[in-house]
């Protein structure tokens, strides 16, 4: 099956812990973002890749850091710097440059107590 | 920065009737497109209307876009209890290949 995974679904981290969360894809798209949401609200761009080993901050970056050293992954890190990290996590493809429609993973619940 | 603004917030219907969500956005745009979401999942994309375009059809969706009053319309055409979901529209500026979203509209359609 072609599309973009991301694990865990649920995770629980203690206050002042980073934790890495999973995005790949396998569609070959060169494109891939990470948004946040948070409930009853809509997506905030996070960080966004065009190419491999290049990415670029989006609105709400602070406390978050990425990688793109392949095509097919692109993890966010949520560092201890994050001050209110709980949230539903989105990750996303899209082809090339193009300025199409995107691909969304499932999400990840990230809790932090 | 949220460039889309649905309008309304939240809106409930009874099945089989249409449900109409406008959305509004402040620069200009390469093209328009409306996502769902259903709670707690990822989200799907249901249809682009590109800049030039002004209407747009996919099965029971109908999108408009005016660009000079920059707002667009999502209408679903005789709504199934399935149809409930948040939609959210987005937009892609004409510089740039940031995607952005609005805060969405929630859709409950009552068998």
């Known amino acids: 099956d072609g599309g973009i995974t991301q694990s865990p679904k649920y995770l629980f981290r203690k206050e002042g812990q980073n934790v890495t969360l999973s995005c790949e894809q396998n569609?070959?798209?060169?494109?891939m973002y990470w948004y946040r949401q948070d409930p009853g609200q809509g997506l905030r761009l996070i960080y966004y890749s065009q190419i491999v080993n290049d990415f670029q901050k989006g609105d709400i970056a602070e406390g978050y850091s990425v990688s793109r050293e392949k095509k097919e992954s692109f993890p966010l890190t949520v560092t201890s710097a994050q001050k209110n990290p709980t949230a539903f996590y989105l990750c996303?493809?899209?082809?090339?440059?193009?300025?199409?429609?995107?691909?969304f993973g499932p999400g990840t619940r990230l809790t932090v107590t | 920065s949220q460039q889309g603004e649905e309008d309304p917030q939240a809106l409930s219907i009874q099945e089989g009737e249409n449900a109409t969500m406008n959305c509004s956005y402040k620069?200009?745009?390469?093209?328009l497109q409306w996502y769902r979401q259903n709670s707690g999942r990822g989200l799907v994309h249901l249809i682009l209307?590109?800049?030039?375009?002004r209407e747009k059809h996919s099965g029971r969706l109908r999108v408009t876009l005016d660009t000079s009053k920059k707002s667009s319309s999502l209408l679903i055409t005789a709504s199934r209890a399935a149809d409930t979901a948040s939609y959210f529209c987005?937009?892609?500026?004409?510089?740039?290949?940031?995607?952005?979203f609005g805060a969405g509209t929630r859709l409950f359609v009552k068998a």
């Open positions: 620069t200009s745009i390469n093209n």
């Open positions: 569609l070959n798209h060169d494109a």
């Open positions: 987005a937009t892609d500026g004409t510089g740039g290949f940031k995607t952005i």
């Open positions: 996303a493809s899209r082809p090339g440059t193009t300025r199409d429609e995107q691909y």
């Open positions: 209307i590109r800049s030039n375009e």
